[in-house]
């Protein structure tokens, strides 16, 4: 499969009369695909029943007749003012109970079973009308879930779903009652109609009861796609994909995924940088116009995982956004790093958001490839050079690396929870793991947590996975590779009890967490020989050699055999001093990247990726600021 470029448009925007120059445009820039029609419901029924497909049958026949591959879009994003009138409980709640309202994009509830009729009714309709249509190549289903805070919603369609919801997981309320703990506090219920949602409570409410709400919501994230992904697929034998956001984790992406045929994701680096990735002040402001040097390739892989190898970038930034704290503008040579880099992780296609720069509403400071008078912005003369660059370049390639590390939603979810400390989150913890691998000079795949084969990798993590079912213990017990286990591994049942024998209760490893402690910021708890624990620790107890201590003699890292358990959350030298013996054991060999020096491995092609604005020197051969090498190997 070729690698190609693509672009969003919005022919909605703009007078029919530019779209065949558009089009035209488009293909000499080396695109491929255009998405389209996402955001379009109330140009495609004005009101209700009022039907105007006319002029969408028009954009995809002057994109398709030049040879553009149109990816279509449903516009349930969107739903149009006229919605709201008709069901105006559609709205969602935020926790405060107050109504996500009109005016921008996402308003509505996923619980709500008439705006998921009315979803079914406008998919099929466009189903119906282009699932034949040659130049209609791929569909998305709605756009970004979860984006603005948008997947929880406390209105009653979700409090009558969530009270079915429990009814059928647990059976009986006594069951629930048992499962919650909620004995405490005489939290308990007689039935289930008396179940509320976890807000509004006096103070906390039950980690049991909030994180069944999460799992529940996140079922409605799955239920919704797949009614869409449902329709399309019996009209249409065209791929469908969705959109998911950076760092955005509050649903469980690989069941969505488990419906699709693409995962794609929308890149925007430098936005990250300033709003998601935490980093501290000088990591923003060395890579403020480059963005994060992992946080692009951690998703790469995360989405390679989820689309079980097939995966995009469905938007890909092209110059300053609009939704930051602060917007620079992209030094020159990102774009095109940033493309090829998607690349080397596998993607089939890379997509800029947006073809047109918008001259109004909320995206009217968003940058697209064209200004807003059409003249080429700041990122066209590197999608051209990309689109030379392709032209000779090797089919999408993956391998297997030798590296492994576990991504599990739902323990975010029992993060988020029960953090036990301010700043605490699972994915910052399994990110700073990923920093580390990476730092190490290694290409890593994210496995989803239901992997219960580990062939041919030499090292995996598991770092905080809350929840660890029995049958994934015993298959990491008898893995081959070197396994990282810790800090919080298997710490609650699936209910959010601390299970008996005390955790982690791994089969192989004689380790008992004797007791917990998050710490303050200005208090880390200093490694013997560098490096520190910070956020949060436990104390050890157990039979399995003690392979690093804490300054204050208490076990960092207990090991017996190739199961290894961390103490603590270890900062970037503390993940370096923990990992680099454990890469030994692996027989991996380990190359440090200096500053934002990156190096990715595909099937037949090494890729490095310098974010740095300065010259950087790696084993032996320098690497000019703001960089892409590609070396093939033999």
């Not at 990816?71 to 105006?88: F, S």
Request: charged residues 20%; glycine residues 8%.
């Amino acid at each position: 499969m070729k690698r190609t470029l693509g672009t969003c448009y919005y022919p909605e925007h703009w007078n029919p009369e530019i779209w065949e120059s558009d089009a035209a445009r488009m293909v000499e820039a080396g695109l491929t695909w255009v998405r389209i029609g996402e955001f379009a419901w109330s140009r495609l029924e004005p009101t209700p029943g009022a039907l105007q497909f006319e002029w969408l049958d028009q954009a995809i026949d002057v994109l398709g007749r030049v040879g553009l591959r149109v990816l279509l879009g449903t516009p349930t994003a969107t739903p149009p003012r006229w919605m709201i009138d008709k069901h105006p409980d559609m709205l969602a709640l935020d926790v405060e109970g107050r109504p996500r309202g009109f005016g921008s994009r996402r308003h509505y509830c996923f619980s709500h079973m008439g705006y998921r009729e009315e979803c079914a009714r406008i998919v099929t309709l466009l189903a119906e009308r282009y699932g034949a249509n040659p130049y209609v190549a791929a569909w998305q289903t709605d756009n970004e879930f979860g984006c603005h805070d948008t997947t929880i919603s406390y209105s009653d369609a979700a409090r009558a779903g969530f009270q079915r919801w429990c009814q059928a997981r647990y059976g009986t309320i006594e069951a629930l009652n048992a499962a919650w703990g909620n004995v405490f506090w005489s939290m308990e219920y007689n039935s289930f109609d008396q179940i509320g949602l976890p807000n509004l409570t006096v103070t906390e409410p039950n980690p049991a009861h909030s994180l069944a709400f999460r799992r529940y919501t996140s079922d409605q994230v799955v239920e919704f796609n797949r009614l869409q992904v449902d329709i399309l697929k019996y009209h249409s034998p065209a791929p469908v994909a969705h959109n998911y956001m950076g760092r955005i984790t509050d649903f469980d992406h690989f069941k969505v995924g488990d419906d699709l045929e693409i995962a794609s994701w929308d890149s925007y680096p430098m936005g990250f940088l300033e709003d998601r990735v935490g980093a501290d002040p000088a990591h923003q402001r060395t890579y403020a116009r480059q963005g994060d040097p992992d946080f692009q390739a951690f998703h790469h892989d995360l989405y390679r995982s989820v689309g079980k190898g097939r995966w995009w970038v469905m938007e890909q930034q092209p110059g300053p956004v609009n939704w930051a704290p602060y917007n620079p503008a992209p030094l020159p040579g990102m774009v095109r790093l940033w493309s090829a880099e998607a690349f080397a992780h596998g993607a089939e296609a890379v997509c800029y958001f947006r073809w047109r720069q918008a001259p109004m509403a909320q995206e009217q400071m968003h940058a697209g490839l064209l200004r807003p008078d059409g003249e080429d912005a700041q990122a066209m003369r590197e999608v051209h050079q990309m689109r030379d660059e392709l032209a000779d370049a090797p089919d999408v390639q993956s391998a297997q690396a030798k590296v492994a590390l576990i991504f599990d939603y739902d323990a975010d979810a029992a993060w988020a929870v029960q953090p036990h400390g301010a700043g605490l989150s699972y994915f910052g913890l399994v990110f700073d793991a990923y920093k580390a691998l990476r730092k190490l000079g290694f290409s890593i795949d994210i496995l989803r947590p239901d992997t219960r084969s580990f062939k041919g990798y030499e090292l995996v993590l598991a770092p905080g996975q809350m929840h660890m079912p029995e049958d994934q213990k015993q298959a990491l017990a008898a893995a081959s590779a070197q396994v990282v286990l810790g800090p919080r591994t298997a710490a609650r049942d699936q209910d959010m009890s601390i299970p008996v024998p005390l955790p982690p209760a791994m089969p192989g490893l004689d380790v008992t967490v004797d007791r917990v402690e998050s710490l303050r910021p200005d208090m880390p708890e200093p490694l013997a020989g560098g490096g520190a624990f910070v956020g949060y620790r436990e104390i050890l107890q157990g039979a399995a050699d003690v392979i690093l201590y804490c300054s204050d003699g208490a076990p960092a890292v207990l090991s017996s055999g190739h199961l290894h358990y961390l103490a603590g959350w270890p900062d970037a030298e503390g993940w370096d001093k923990i990992l680099r013996p454990l890469c030994d054991v692996a027989g991996l060999t380990p190359l440090e990247m200096p500053g934002g020096l990156r190096r990715r491995d595909t099937g037949a092609e090494r890729y490095w990726f310098n974010y740095s604005t300065e010259l950087q020197v790696c084993d032996g051969r320098e690497f000019a600021p703001i960089s892409v090498t590609r070396d093939v190997l033999t």
